[in-house]
């Protein structure tokens, strides 16, 4: 696959088939992925693995303390306190999107729980990564992640995976750590769910849309 249709096709999979991902193929990711730019090449990340038992545990807790309302515990506000146009109208319409694809009326509260709780049910993919930054690093560090993070979906999708970026499964570390030993001193930025994506299911064939090039590029000559 080449690198523009990797970008250009990659969607959020929200469902996965019944297929293993082994540490090994996840390993290969990384092997990609690690070479993603940072500045002055610090590489400000540290990832961790999940899949197997421990998958499964981290997604029960989790989904058990979400039901139950329990507090989140994210180690910052990913995001704004108070939303403002264009985004917010952009964040409904991705919702509305979404619901839609999985036949689900908008004022069918229970149907949008169920459909909430699969993020932490990693959407049934069979492997998920964790990635955290140090807390002695400034936000330049936070832009190296999320370049990072890009070249792990890129990485993966070269490897035949798909993926979903997940800040859900880093509302709640204190969840989520009592199954792993974390990096110390270091924040949970988010999770990702990674595996082989379901391409017959309906979630996963809606796309977003995105701004014109004329809306986001301005050239001076």
Same mark, same amino acid.
């Given at each position: 696959m080449d690198v523009l249709t990797a970008i250009s096709e990659r969607i959020s999979t929200r469902a996965f088939l019944d297929k293993p991902v082994s540490a090994a193929l996840l390993a290969e990711v990384i092997e990609v992925a690690r070479w993603a730019p940072s500045g002055t090449n610090c590489q400000p990340w540290q990832v961790v693995g999940v899949t197997g038992k421990t998958l499964t545990a981290i997604s029960e807790d989790l989904i058990a303390h979400v039901s139950s309302g329990g507090a989140e515990s994210a180690h910052y506000n990913y995001y704004p306190p108070e939303w403002h146009e264009p985004y917010l109208q952009r964040r409904r319409t991705c919702g509305y999107m979404l619901?839609? +694809?999985?036949?689900?009326?908008?004022?069918?509260?229970? +149907?949008?729980?169920?459909?909430?709780?699969?993020?932490?049910n990693f959407f049934g993919a069979p492997a998920g990564l964790f990635f955290y930054v140090p807390n002695v690093m400034d936000k330049g560090s936070w832009?190296?992640?999320g370049m990072f993070i890009q070249s792990v979906m890129l990485a993966a999708r070269g490897l035949g995976l798909e993926t979903c970026p997940q800040f859900a499964l880093a509302m709640y570390p204190d969840v989520v750590e009592k199954h792993f030993t974390p990096p110390e001193d270091h924040s949970l930025v988010s999770g990702l769910s990674i595996g082989f994506g379901d391409p017959d299911t309906a979630v996963n064939k809606y796309r977003t849309e995105r701004l014109a090039v004329d809306e986001i590029l301005t050239c001076y000559d």
């Open positions: 619901y839609e +694809a999985q036949g689900i009326a908008r004022d069918d509260k229970p +149907a949008r729980m169920k459909s909430m709780l699969q993020n932490f832009v190296d992640m």
